[in-house]
């Protein structure tokens, strides 16, 4: 019997790559057809949102959507992969920043952001990631990129003789580095700056109260159905029998059916299931993914 298709959101724990989530989550689904979400380092924890089957095919439109994290930051020490993972390559004293220059350098770190990525990270560089040239000694030179960070709150601060951990709050857009704003709230006050700790607390609509964890999939598997989690992360809306068996088919419908707001836009047939994802392109509905055979 096949897998049924639809989304889990799993309570990452530390010290697993997201890879080894998914390992897990085919084994347990008895499918190889098993796709994350949004990367979450190995140190992180929290929502990590997983496509079984046909769900896979939501995962590139969902990884687009807002973040939340809560974190802690360490200031007086720099690392070479800007967080607890990396070797210390700097170390200042951040014994005399204060909470008011705290705060102000992470509200200047808010809004749209130019952001340069961290050089041990996915990204590929001429067909090779970023990380495995790190680890070779070729660090490769990131270009900036547009990140949008909504919200960075500082909820408290630790004093440890030189060095400050503070703990904070961010939203975000897609493709923010939470290590990056580690990276840079220490630069900008002069003393270095790693992130120690990272829970990611919400990817789009699904919060950490609906995750859960491996051990407790492995007790009780079962998947967000693929119609619902569409329908929760996506506007909705309801084809007709003929418009249904034009989409199916990849036609295309004329864009005033999927009315105004952001895209894409989940559209279903009469009797309740997912069709397919549709989005407007010159004036027409096109579908991005259609779900039925």
Known sequence: MPAASGLVIVDK????????????????AGTRRVGHAGTLDPMATGVLVIGVEKATRLLGHLALTEKEYTATI????????DDADGVTIAETSAAAVSQAALEAAAAALTGEIQQVPPGFSAIKV???????????GAAPELAARTVTVSSFTVLAVRRHGDLLDADVAVTCSSGTYIRALARDL????????????????????YGIGQARTLEQLAASFTVIPLAE???????????T??????VAHGRRLPAAKLGDGPG???????????????????????PLAVFVP
């Open 126 to 136: 001429s067909g090779k990631r970023a990380y495995r040239l790190a680890r070779e």
């Open 241 to 246: 029998e003929e418009d249904a068996r034009l």
């Open 13 to 28: 724990p530390a010290g697993q790559t997201s890879h080894d989530v998914v390992a897990q989550i085919r084994r347990l």
């Open 186 to 205: 220490g630069a900008s006050l002069g003393v270095g700056g790693h992130l120690i700790a990272l829970r990611r607390t919400r990817v789009g609509p």
């Open 264 to 286: 894409p836009v989940a559209a279903f047939a009469p009797d309740g299931s997912l069709i397919a994802l549709l989005t407007e392109e010159a004036g027409q509905a096109r």
């Open 74 to 81: 360490r200031l007086g020490q720099a690392t070479d992969t």
């Open 229 to 239: 989690a569409a329908s929760v992360a996506f506007r909705r809306l309801n084809l």
